[in-house]
Structures are given as structure tokens and as C-alpha cells.
């Protein structure tokens, strides 16, 4: 993979070689930057670092986990497959409010029990309210282009998660909780590369 180290204005586009399916699941997450006019500096370097790659996104870009919520006690068992079908990360009741903090271009991975991930997406929209104001007590949302979803069997257990652990992820107190700092980036394209089906 390869570009100058200068920085790239926001017209011009990024040429990729693209190597494998880990570049080009990192190639459409850079088509999207580029799309919301993110400035990108990217430097030539064999051992690509993904954690620099995501650190250099002109705004500040973090990475979110996003519990589904799914057990029966919290009022939405199946929301995460709302959440899929609909293009959204959720947060319902008394955590709604949690998914507030999530700003476009910031980057989700929604996280279901037993430390499975089933989707990574690239937010494309933060929560702006709804029409009636008694929905704003259910349920807040950011909307979400997902670059990569699990797949289901007929009884909607997931077949191909991801393992929160192999990307290095150990705190998951909360329904929405910043792991920025936490994931091994490089591990989780490989991770989403080795389980995506076409």
C-alpha cells in the first residue's frame, strides 16, 4: 500500500493497491472518509498501522461498542435485528440518551452477548430527535452504513462473529462505550476480511 506522506486536499482522490480482502475492506472505509470530506494523511509503510490510520481523521474519529441490549430484562430482545435490517445502532429506555455521544464518521461495532461482535459500520448520521416527542424516551439512534454484518442462522444465532477479545477490547461496561483506545485495528480488518461472505 502506497501515498505520499503529504496531505491529501479534499478533492483529490486516494489511489490504493489493493493486496488482499483486508485493504479492501480498508479501501471502502477510506471511500467514505473521503466522502465526508475527512482529510486524510496517510505515509507509505510496509507495516500499515491502522491505529495511526484512524488516529489521523481530521475530526477526531472514535470508535464506539454498542450493546444490543438483548436480554429479556432490558426491554428489546430483538433489537439487534431491527438495528441490522434498519441501518442503525441503538440504545433504548433509560440508556437511549448513551448513543448521544456517537458523531458522524465515528465508527461502530455492535456488540452482542458473549463477547460476540456481529456488525462494524461507519456512522453517517448522529441522532437529530424524533417527530414526536414521546419516541425520544424509547429509543435514540445514530444511522449506520455497515461494512460488515454476521451472519444468522434460520434461529438468528450468529455463525461467523467476531471475538471482542482478539481485538484486544476488555472493558464493556455500558451500553455505549468509547474503545478507541482498545482495539487492535489491524486485527479487526483481518477479523472482518476472514468472515466476509459476498
Known sequence: MTKNSEEIPDT?????????????????YLNYLLKMKIRLQIRANKQYNFYSFINKSRNGMKTWLVNTNTKGENGNPNG?????????????????????????????????????????GAVVNHYEGHDYKVLNEVEHWVDVNWLW??????????????????????MVNGTV??????????????EIAMKQQF
Do not use: P
Open 80 to 120: 439487534f435485528k431491527y438495528m441490522l435490517r434498519q441501518n442503525k445502532a441503538s440504545a433504548y429506555y433509560d440508556r437511549a440518551s448513551e448513543v448521544d455521544k456517537i458523531r458522524k464518521s465515528d465508527l461502530v461495532l455492535l456488540y452482542h452477548n458473549d463477547n460476540r461482535v456481529i456488525a462494524v
Open 149 to 170: 454484518k454476521a451472519s444468522f442462522d434460520d434461529d438468528f444465532k450468529q455463525t461467523n462473529y467476531i471475538n471482542r477479545n482478539k481485538l484486544g477490547i476488555t
Open 12 to 28: 483529490e482522490l486516494i489511489e490504493i493497491t489493493v493486496k488482499n480482502s483486508v485493504y479492501k475492506i480498508l479501501n471502502l
Open 177 to 190: 462505550v468509547n474503545v478507541t483506545d482498545q482495539v487492535d485495528y489491524k486485527a479487526l480488518f483481518e
